[in-house]
T-cell receptor
Framework: DSGVTQTPKHLITATGQRVTLRCSPR?????VYWYQQSLDQGLQFLIQ???????AKGNILERFSAQQFPDLHSELNLSSLELGDSALYFC??????????????FGEGSRLTVL | AQSVAQPEDQVNVAEGNPLTVKCTYS??????LFWYVQYPNRGLQFLLK??????LVKGSYGFEAEFNKSQTSFHLKKPSALVSDSALYFC???????????FGTGTRLQVFP
């Protein structure tokens, strides 16, 4: 158990809909990262937050947004969903931007299926 | 920009034989390198990392990796493969400008009995 909790584990929805994925980082971790894993594109970095502030942005679509709350949990919002958004969405956490160890701890993922 | 490459989509090995999963990197400066494993329908699990020091890094489940600066490689190895090692393996490099990890495309390891 990595200590990172993601909900929901599975989600099935229709095109055009909006969903919210939630992540609770490990206790004490200030950084949260979101990754998308699809069959044909591997693990793509979406966005990172550090202590409530956006730290880095990757290949995140404009239809997607995220935030990190004062209690450090994070939410990834996906709107106007398309079939191609079907993927496994991972949240990861780490101590911080200058963590000596550097490894990320991953949740079990939220599998999104858009029909 | 930092990147890693995993040249093999799949590696097949017989149980009991040594295994190697390859990774090469491209970074400016000294790299921070990682290996993760993903079992079916699970999240990524950290195996080992190279930050500095000894070029041979030992990790979880009997895995080790050898950092080779001249060849810009960080291959994952295990002396004797188990069927339970069958999984998807990712090499990653840390982006120094942020803190994110940049992952390779993954290598599926299949260990046959």
């Amino acid at each position: 158990d990595s200590g990172v909790t993601q909900t929901p584990k599975h989600l099935i929805t229709a095109t055009g809909q909006r969903v919210t994925l939630r992540c609770s980082p490990r206790s004490g971790d200030l950084s949260v990262y979101w990754y998308q894993q699809s069959l044909d594109q591997g693990l793509q970095f979406l966005i990172q937050y550090y202590n409530g502030e956006e730290r880095a942005k990757g290949n995140i679509l404009e239809r997607f947004s995220a935030q990190q709350f004062p209690d450090l949990h994070s939410e990834l919002n996906l709107s106007s969903l398309e079939l191609g958004d079907s993927a496994l969405y991972f949240c990861a956490s780490s101590v911080g931007t200058a963590g000596v160890s550097g490894e990320l701890f991953f949740g079990e993922g939220s599998r999104l299926t858009v029909l | 920009a930092q990147s890693v490459a995993q040249p093999e989509d799949q590696v097949n090995v017989a149980e009991g034989n040594p295994l190697t999963v390859k990774c090469t990197y491209s970074v400016s400066g000294n790299p921070y390198l990682f290996w993760y494993v993903q079992y079916p329908n699970r999240g990524l699990q950290f195996l080992l990392k190279y930050i500095t020091g000894d070029n041979l890094v030992k990790g979880s489940y009997g895995f080790e990796a050898e950092f080779n600066k001249s060849q810009t490689s960080f291959h994952l190895k295990k002396p004797s493969a188990l069927v339970s090692d069958s999984a998807l393996y990712f090499c990653a490099v840390r982006d120094f400008n942020t803190d994110k990890l940049i992952f390779g495309t993954g290598t599926r390891l299949q260990v046959f009995p």
